[in-house]
């Protein structure tokens, strides 16, 4: 067992309503202060086995339970999780250095909120039926089975639960193999299903790195889903794995979004949108890393946006009053400062910013800004995953189009603008799963969420969860043939 603050938490797999453990433990280290904060159970295909027979053994009769029934459990989760939200706060904030007073206002209550949307949504789930020359089509959406869900550590709970409350659901059970870099929350949660009643087996939580347990998890054959969020190159992995079985699969992967700043919009307004990407200290898939400013305001907006930027407190996440705090593990912090000397090295100015902050540990990366960057070169291109933006200028809406549109990702759009009529025209042009116009981060849970291009495959949310976790059934039945 770790001790986390004052917080109590399981360091083995969850599986088949039993806590199990490994021969081999991996360490957690906390990226505030680079402390091993726990010694957390390496699985490997042993228990991703042990985990998946699990969840083949209890999904009949959870696919059987009513509808009424799972809902009534998965808002039962939801108030354990309103009940523990200081514990589950602290403890995310430990393990992966997201400011606590995001966790407490906003992330830890959408955690709740992912399990009661799902569960009020399954309720009103229906498509009406229609007659085809006196048939009756009746559709229905059948728990698939078993679902193996992969997650990553930059929102670690909340990213988990978008994906757990509709697989529950959907009346599929399931297996969560969370990042190895913040496996910590995924226990506490086990221990809320408990207490709110859900059945041995239904939800289970298998713990290591992704080589070693997400791999076998994602190959094995009696998987009926996968839904994965995390990087491109380990989605190539999964989806060939996936292929060997045709398992259906869901990919929420990286990107490279634009903010696009025309000279019409409220600048103050454009300058809060552009700070907002060092959010999380830029661990964030949809940020808006690439920020295309037209060419007239652009001299004006780089100085409000350094003005702003410059009054960021950047420290201890646990401190309220902190903006922005580490990045999640050194290696990570190594990965980002890769990125920005070979975008020095390739002649880009950086305008703040542009390595960690020794003075508070190193790994703490300074909110960076680069302008003078070539359209083709690396740091426009590839996602950093880090505090990092560049600042290019346009002349032309046709220009801003083509450069919002110019990489390998399409996750999501953002553009500043006074005119609705140019809102229209650019939004329809735009390759993105999500376009945010004068606002950034407006997220509902029945709204479509996934990336165009290599930002991912599939779309869940509201319906689009559904036709995902289940098996769509249309029964078609002639009007005669009946006895009596
Ligand atoms: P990652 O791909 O390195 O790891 C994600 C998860 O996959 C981890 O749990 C890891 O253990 C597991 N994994 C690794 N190899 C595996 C394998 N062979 N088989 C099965 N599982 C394996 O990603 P990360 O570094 O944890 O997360 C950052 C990435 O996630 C960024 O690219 C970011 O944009 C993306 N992301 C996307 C969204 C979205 O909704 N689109 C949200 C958050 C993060």
Redesign the pocket.
Known sequence: MATVGDVTIQEDHWIGGAWVSSPATFDDVSPIDGQVIARVARGGAKEAEEAVRAATKAFPAWARTSREERARLLHAIADGVEKRLDRLAIVETTDNGALLRSHLRGVMPRVAHNFRFFADWLLGLGHDDFETRGHRNHVSWDPAGVCAL??????PLM?ATWKIAPALAAGDTVVL?????SPLTASLLAEITVEAGLPDGVFNVIQG???EV??P??AHPDVRRIS????????R??AR?AAANLTPLSL????KSPLIVFADADLDLAVNLAVEQYDNAGQ???AATRLLVEESVAAEFTERFVAKASTLRQGDPRDLATDIGPNIHREHVERIDGFVRRAVAAGATPVIGGGPDTDLGGLYYRPTLFTGVAPDSEIVNE?V?GPVLTLQTFRTEDEAVAMANSTKFG?AATLATGSRERADRVTERLVAGTVWVNCFFVRDLQAP?G?ARQ??VGREGGDWSFDFYCDVKNTVTAPGGWNG
């Open positions: 992969i997650t990553p550590w930059n929102a990213l193999k969370p990042a190895e870099w790195y992704g080589e997400g791999a998890l994602v994965f969020t995390g990087s491109v190159p380990t989605a992995h999964i794995a929420e992967l990286g990107g964030v898939c949809l996602e995953f996750l969420f990336g930002s991912g």
